[in-house]
């Protein structure tokens, strides 16, 4: 039997999105094929980068200091923090209002214990269509049933 290797990389127009958008683009590209790289090809692997990187994302619009720096390199992103969400939204729109709808949902899942930002609930909402869920992972149980059935 031939096994199949699969990667799927979104390929955009390049002439369609400019600047920031282009760039956030060949980031996620980026990222996406350096995940295929390190996968284990033994099995049918098909990836998502648009889908990895924008959960990566984000975490990563959450992360400040060394974290940040750190995360900015391994996701080879070239723009700034604060501009990165904005690029990820013009992307979404593009991608999610054309005569072929691609559905796209986002969410972060948060032990309940935890503070989050209103700044960072309404950054993920805005920016990347997602919504910030509380969970009580001491809970497991419900917390995997949660998760699964969002």
Known sequence: MVRLRSLIILCFLS???FGHEAELVKSMNTTG???YYILDKNQNTVISPLSL???LLLAYMGARGETAKEMA???SLTLP???VGKAYAEIHKYLTGGLGTILMGNSIWVDGQVQVFPSYIEMAKEDFFAKVK???FQNPVKA???INTW
Do not use: Y
């Open 15 to 17: 002439h369609s999105l």
């Open 134 to 136: 509380m969970v009580d």
């Open 33 to 35: 094929i350096f995940v």
């Open 144 to 146: 995997i049933h949660d």
């Open 81 to 83: 923090q604060d501009e």
């Open 73 to 75: 390199s391994a996701l």
């Open 53 to 55: 990187t924008s959960s």
